[in-house]
C-alpha cells in the first residue's frame, strides 16, 4: 500500500489486513505519515523523502524485536481494536554497493553504535543534540547516536506536532486518545467513530544493502530460495532503539530485519502460520512473567522450522495441529537448552542470558501446555473472543453506524480457529501419554517429520 498523503514521502508494508474501507478508517492510516512530515518541518532533522515500513501487529506482538518490559500493558478490546508497528528512519544511509560495517566493538552480537562520522557536516549539526559525545585523545571528537535522546526528541516533537493539530480540528480527522511514550517507542491510540487504532511509532537508522556481520547468513541454503530473489530479501535492514542485556542504552542499537521477514513471510504456508498466531496466543502471556521468550522469539523459531523441514511438507493445509505441537516442542528446546539463534546471525543466541531458575519455571509452564494443548487454545481463543465482544459492545454504545472489527469472530485468518483445538484435542487422544510433534532435529531431516514419542521435555 503506498500513500500519497506526504509528498515525496513512501510507504512501505507488511500490513496484511484488509485496510481500504470503510473511508474514515484510511484516515487514521494516513495521520500518522502526515503527523510526521509536520515533525520533519519543525527542525529539518527527519529525512525530507523518507521510506516508513508500516507492519500489521503492534510491538507487543513481536513484529519487530524490542524490549516488552518497558511498554505499557495494552488490552485488545479494551484499550484499541487493530494495531500496527511504524518504522521512521530518522537516519539514512543509502546506495551502497558493498556490505555495510557497522562499530561492534563495543557492544554484543546483533547490536552496535552508530558514529556519526558516517555522515556529512550538516547531518552532524543538526543531531548533535541527539548523540553522546566522546573525545580521543588526539583531540578529535566523535558523536555517537544515542537511541534514547532520538526517542526523547522524537516524542517531544510529535508531542508540539499533536497538540497544534488538536488546537485546530479538521472534520474527518481521527481522535487522539492517548499519546505515550514507553521505552524508546511512541504509542499513540487514534478513535475513528467507534474504532481505535494503536499505532506503536519507532524512530530507526534505515540502511540499503546489507550488513557484514550478517554475510554469511547468504551462503546458506534457505527455504525462500527460488520462491523470492536475493535482492528482495536484501533491500535493506534497521537499527532499532534497544540495547543487550549488559549494553549502554544511551549508545546501543540493535540490528532488525522487519524488511526482509516482509519478504519471507510471503514464502510460509497458511497452515504454518495458523499454527504461529495460535502458539503466541496461547505463549505471549503465559510465558511473559518472569521476561523470557517474547513473540520475536517464537517468530524466529519458526522461520528456522522452514529451513529445516521440507516444503513438501510444510505446504500440507491440514497439517496445522501439528506444527502447533512442532512449534511448543522447539519452544521447549530452545528453552531448556537457553539457545535460540537469531535467524538472520545464527552465532547471535537471543537465550543467552536467561537464569536457570526462570527457565525451570518456564519449562514446567510449557510442560503443562504441552500435556493439554487444546484446552489452552481454547482459553486463548475465548480471551479473544472475549475481546471482541467488548469491541463489538463499546462500538454499538458509541455509534449506531459502527466499523465492523478487523478483528471479529470469523473475520481474521491469523486468529486461532477452534477447529485447531479439536484437531488438537484428536491427536492427543488417539496418542495418549504421548509427544507428538515435527520433527526438530536439525542434523538430520530423512527421518519421519512427523513424530510420536514417549518423552515430553
Not at 356 to 383: N, Q, Y
Request: hydrophobic letters at 35%; charged letters at 25%.
Amino acid at each position: 500500500m503506498k500513500t500519497g498523503c506526504i509528498p515525496m514521502n513512501r510507504c512501505r508494508t507488511g500490513v496484511t489486513q484488509k485496510l481500504e474501507e470503510p473511508g474514515r478508517n484510511k484516515q487514521s492510516i494516513y495521520f500518522p505519515f502526515s503527523t510526521n512530515g509536520m515533525v520533519q518541518k519543525l527542525d529539518q532533522k527527519l529525512p525530507v523523502a523518507n521510506e516508513y515500513l508500516l507492519l500489521s501487529g503492534g510491538v507487543r506482538e513481536g513484529v519487530v524485536d524490542l524490549d516488552l518490559d518497558e511498554l505499557n500493558v495494552y488490552a485488545r478490546g479494551t484499550d484499541y481494536d487493530m494495531d500496527f508497528t511504524l518504522l521512521v528512519p530518522a537516519l539514512k544511509l543509502h546506495d551502497r554497493n558493498q556490505p555495510v560495517t557497522l562499530d561492534m566493538r563495543h557492544s554484543a552480537l546483533c547490536h552496535s553504535w552508530l558514529s556519526l562520522r558516517l555522515f556529512d557536516e550538516g547531518t552532524i549539526s543538526k543531531w548533535k543534540d541527539c548523540c553522546t559525545i566522546v573525545d580521543h585523545i588526539n583531540g578529535a571528537t566523535n558523536y555517537f547516536f544515542s537511541p534514547t535522546k532520538v526517542a526523547d526528541w522524537f516524542y517531544d516533537s510529535i508531542s508540539i506536532v499533536l497538540s497544534e493539530i488538536q488546537k485546530k480540528p479538521q472534520r474527518g480527522m481521527p481522535k487522539v486518545e492517548k499519546v505515550e511514550k514507553n521505552g524508546t517507542i511512541i504509542s499513540i491510540i487514534l478513535g475513528v467513530g467507534s474504532s481505535r487504532m494503536l499505532y506503536d511509532i519507532v524512530p530507526v537508522v534505515s540502511f540499503k544493502g546489507w550488513p557484514a556481520v550478517a554475510q554469511s547468513w547468504l551462503m546458506e541454503n534457505h527455504f525462500w530460495d527460488g520462491k523470492i530473489t536475493e535482492e528482495e530479501v536484501i533491500s535493506g535492514f534497521y537499527l532499532v532503539p534497544a540495547c543487550s542485556y549488559k549494553g549502554k542504552k544511551d549508545n546501543e542499537w540493535r540490528l532488525s530485519f522487519a524488511r526482509s521477514e516482509v519478504q519471507l513471510k510471503k514464502c510460509i504456508s497458511s497452515s504454518l502460520m495458523q499454527a504461529y498466531q495460535a502458539c503466541k496466543a496461547i505463549i505471549i502471556k503465559l510465558l511473559s512473567r518472569p521476561k523470557a521468550i517474547s513473540p520475536y522469539h517464537l517468530r524466529s523459531m519458526m522461520l528456522w522450522a522452514c529451513d529445516r523441514l521440507p516444503a513438501n511438507y510444510l505446504a500440507q493445509e491440514d497439517y496445522a495441529a501439528h506444527f502447533l505441537l512442532g512449534l511448543i516442542d522447539d519452544l521447549q528446546h530452545c528453552l531448556v537448552n537457553k539457545m535460540c539463534p537469531n535467524y538472520f546471525i545464527p552465532q547471535c543466541n537471543m537465550l543467552e542470558h536467561l537464569s536457570e531458575e526462570t527457565v525451570m519455571l518456564h519449562a514446567r509452564k510449557l510442560s503443562s501446555v504441552r500435556s493439554d494443548p487444546a484446552e489452552h487454545l481454547r482459553t486463548a481463543i475465548e480471551h479473544v473472543k472475549a475481546a471482541n465482544r467488548l469491541t463489538l459492545e463499546l462500538q454499538r454504545r458509541g455509534s449506531t453506524t459502527s466499523i465492523p472489527s478487523p478483528q471479529s469472530d470469523g473475520g481474521d485468518p491469523n486468529q486461532p480457529d477452534d477447529r485447531l483445538a479439536k484437531k488438537l484435542q484428536q491427536l492427543v487422544t488417539e496418542n495418549p501419554g504421548k509427544s507428538i510433534s515435527v520433527f526438530i532435529n536439525p542434523d538430520d531431516v530423512t527421518r519421519p517429520h512427523f513424530r510420536i514419542d514417549d518423552k515430553f521435555f
